[in-house]
Structures are given as structure tokens and as C-alpha cells.
């Protein structure tokens, strides 16, 4: 069975765009969450979305947006990048919600923002 | 504020002899904890959880432990096996926060010496 999957795998921007990043969740997980890790620190808890609801949000700018969507996949959308927004962004799934519940990361989407 | 700290940023260990990575948290509403390993340029991997109603959790060569009171808890390996050569990160989530949020400690880098 396909792990999550998440696109691009690399992406370089300017400061002052936006950017999409795309994320398929494990067939059958229902809950996605996106996670920001920055050089030398651990993941970042940023959204969590389940059966298409927000289900939690951590303590970023109103800039980060995502959206979940029928099929569970996912997107995150951040607005006027800034340079402290390069970081690798990770999506977990997980089949059900529930503290417990392993969460399953995908590889990432290492965001370069020049 | 960190709220899960792994204080070691890296360990060595010899092959065959046992790996012990601790974890140390501040939030006394964290109730389930989580140990992932990550290796370069994947994303962190399910190895192991434990429930705040227990104070010990093994599968294989892998053994968790908690200990509430000290707001402590470690992951053994045992033995250390090459392909155990990578970034380990700590997390907590607390069943009454509404949601999976994990929270990530900076991680431990451990190093298997053949």
C-alpha cells in the first residue's frame, strides 16, 4: 500500500509569493495534519483536518491556510512567504482521530524561500 | 517554550550493547507519548507509544518507559543494530486538548558504531 504521499518534493520561491503544497493521505485515513520542521528542531504542529473539518490549529500566522478536501487529500497554502518560512513540511495521516492514534508522515516538501 | 525537550543532540553507541534516548516534558496535561525515528530525507517513522496509565511498553528490541511523577521518559533499544543509526524524536499529545496535536521534542541523533 501506498505511504502518504506529498508534492513537490523540493520547491524554491521569493519572498512575497504563495505556495501550494499538496498532500495524499494513506487510503482509508481520514485525518491529515501538517507539521513545519526547521533546521535542527522538531516538527511544528501547524493544522489538523478531519472529515473536511479544521480540527485543530497551532500557533502560526494567518498567512498558513489548508483545506481538506471529499478524498481526504489535503492542501497547504502560505502566503507572502517570508525567509523564516523555509522549512520542510510534513503531512501525517492517521486512519481515525483519537489521542493514540499513530500519525503516518510522508517524506516532506523541503520549501526554499530566497 | 519548549514543552518536550531532548536534552542529548546526539549518541553514540556500540553494536550489540543497548541505546537508552530520554525525554523530559513540562506539560502535565501531555498524556500519551510517541518515540519516531527519522532518517535523512524521509519523513519520521511510528516506533512505539505509550499511554500515561502505564509506565512501560515493549515491542521487540524496543522498550518504553514513563515515569510520570518525574515527567521522564526513555526509549531502550536493545541490541543496537546498525540500521538503528538515526535522528529519534520524542512526542507528547493530550487527549483533552480537542484534537492530535504533537508536540516535538528537537531530537536525538544516535550513532550505531559497527
Known amino acids: 500500500d501506498a505511504g502518504v504521499t506529498q508534492s513537490p518534493t523540493h520547491l524554491i520561491k521569493t519572498r512575497g509569493q504563495h505556495v501550494t503544497l499538496r498532500c495524499s493521505p494513506i487510503?482509508?485515513?481520514?485525518?491529515v495534519s501538517w507539521y513545519q520542521q526547521v533546521l535542527g528542531q522538531g516538527p511544528q504542529f501547524i493544522f489538523q483536518?478531519?472529515?473536511?473539518?479544521?480540527?485543530g490549529r497551532g500557533n502560526f500566522p494567518d498567512r498558513f491556510s489548508a483545506r481538506q478536501f471529499p478524498n481526504y487529500s489535503s492542501e497547504l497554502n502560505v502566503n507572502a512567504l517570508l525567509l523564516g518560512d523555509s522549512a520542510l513540511y510534513l503531512c501525517?495521516?492517521?486512519?481515525?482521530?483519537?489521542?493514540?492514534?499513530?500519525?503516518?508522515f510522508g517524506d516532506g516538501t523541503r520549501l526554499s524561500i530566497l | 517554550d519548549q514543552q518536550v525537550k531532548q536534552n542529548s543532540p546526539s549518541l553514540s553507541v556500540q553494536e550489540g550493547r543497548i541505546s537508552i534516548l530520554n525525554c523530559d516534558y513540562t506539560?502535565?496535561?501531555?498524556?500519551?507519548f510517541l518515540w519516531y525515528k527519522k532518517y535523512p530525507a524521509e519523513g519520521p517513522t511510528f516506533l512505539i507509544s505509550?499511554?500515561?496509565?502505564?509506565d512501560k511498553n515493549e515491542d521487540g528490541r524496543f522498550t518504553v518507559f514513563l515515569n510520570k511523577s518525574a515527567k521522564h521518559l526513555s526509549l531502550h533499544i536493545v541490541p543496537s543494530q546498525p540500521g538503528d543509526s538515526a535522528v529519534y524524536f520524542c512526542?507528547?499529545?493530550?487527549?483533552?486538548?480537542?484534537?492530535?496535536?504533537?508536540?516535538f521534542g528537537t531530537g536525538t541523533r544516535l550513532t550505531i558504531i559497527p
Open positions: 505509550i499511554s500515561s496509565i502505564k
Open positions: 506539560n502535565s496535561m501531555f498524556d500519551y
Open positions: 501525517a495521516s492517521s486512519l481515525v482521530v483519537g489521542v493514540g492514534q499513530p500519525q503516518h
Open positions: 483536518y478531519y472529515e473536511k473539518e479544521e480540527r
Open positions: 512526542a507528547a499529545s493530550a487527549s483533552n486538548f480537542g484534537n492530535e496535536k504533537l508536540t
Open positions: 487510503s482509508g485515513h481520514k485525518s
